[in-house]
């Protein structure tokens, strides 16, 4: 019962969120034209400052196992790369492709991460601190080329790059980790300004999410919807939780990699396939639905690792 409820204290939040986002659509408080313009807004600036800020405020005074570090960068490289080769031969259509790859392989991690991984293990958040400032920029960058690639014609690797270039949110973590590297630090005001424009980001992109669902359409993106919610929830986690509890990380470690690869589809996803001309609506869906869905599989996944003394 406690597992469940931890589950549901990180889980049920961002669901009530996206849950109000729907109700405000139906009530008629905001139309579709109002919903771009402040999409555009979270993507543009908002998701971004939140980004920087979680990577600029990270903590380096802890002493922390390098070997983390390494298994996350190899392990994203090769989920993605799987992702990449699997994907199209299951998927036949570009602009879902793109979606799928994105949405199976990048998680929610930065609203998943520090608390999940506190209220596993507690204690020191430096782990998981640093591993928001490697995983971002990879997430987005590959996520930028999975979307790239299958937006439709040839594919242009020069056309490629220049989106990773002019991608906000690879911009922004950039900046963060140049920030971070420098040591340098903004006056208190300004810190201020940014940890209140951060704190924007994520209740109001859940709230656009929701807004933006059309149930009536689920039926349509099941099959594709069915692959990226059993793709993310099941055969991500089962693969690489698997592989980081054989290399021997434990406790706050092995916590901070299981949230990286249990979490749901980031909330981000779905903003950035609307923004490059995917398939916004499945990505939608599977943000949504994986939300819902890992109630049931965190709280079986935690359950798992607590009852065999991993974590």
Request: proline share 4%; net charge neutral.
């Amino acid at each position: 019962m406690e597992n469940l409820i931890l589950s549901l204290n990180v889980v049920l939040p961002l669901f009530l969120l996206m849950a109000a986002g729907y109700v405000a659509k139906q009530l008629k408080l905001y139309d579709m034209n109002s919903h771009a313009v402040m999409n555009k807004l979270v993507f543009k600036l908002f998701l971004p400052v939140l980004l920087f800020k979680n990577i600029y405020q990270t903590s380096l005074d802890t002493e922390i196992d390098g070997r983390v570090f390494l298994f996350t960068v190899i392990s994203v490289l090769v989920m993605f790369g799987l992702l990449f080769a699997v994907i199209p031969l299951l998927e036949k259509e570009n602009r879902r492709r793109g979606v799928l790859i994105q949405g199976i392989g990048r998680s929610n991690f930065v609203l998943f991460g520090m608390p999940m991984a506190e209220l596993l293990c507690g204690g020191e958040m430096a782990t998981t601190s640093l591993l928001i400032a490697v995983v971002i920029p990879m997430f987005n960058i590959l996520s930028v080329i999975a979307l790239e690639t299958f937006r439709g014609g040839r594919v242009q690797i020069r056309k490629i790059l220049v989106g990773i270039a002019k991608n906000p949110l690879i911009i922004s973590s950039l900046l963060g980790l140049v920030m971070l590297a420098s040591g340098l630090r903004f006056p208190e005001p300004v810190d201020t300004a940014i940890s209140d424009l951060s704190s924007i980001a994520t209740p109001l992109a859940l709230f656009l999410l929701g807004g933006a669902m059309e149930f009536s359409r689920v039926g349509a993106n099941l099959r594709p919807l069915i692959l990226g919610v059993t793709g993310k929830l099941i055969v991500m986690p089962a693969i690489f939780i698997t592989a980081a509890v054989l290399c021997g990380f434990r406790d706050i470690e092995l916590a901070s990699l299981m949230v990286l690869f249990m979490a749901p589809s980031a909330v981000s996803s779905y903003t950035m396939a609307q923004q490059m001309d995917a398939d916004g609506e499945l990505a939608g869906q599977q943000v949504v639905f994986t939300t819902a869905f890992s109630i049931l599989t965190i709280f079986l996944i935690v359950l798992i690792m607590k009852t065999l003394g991993l974590i």
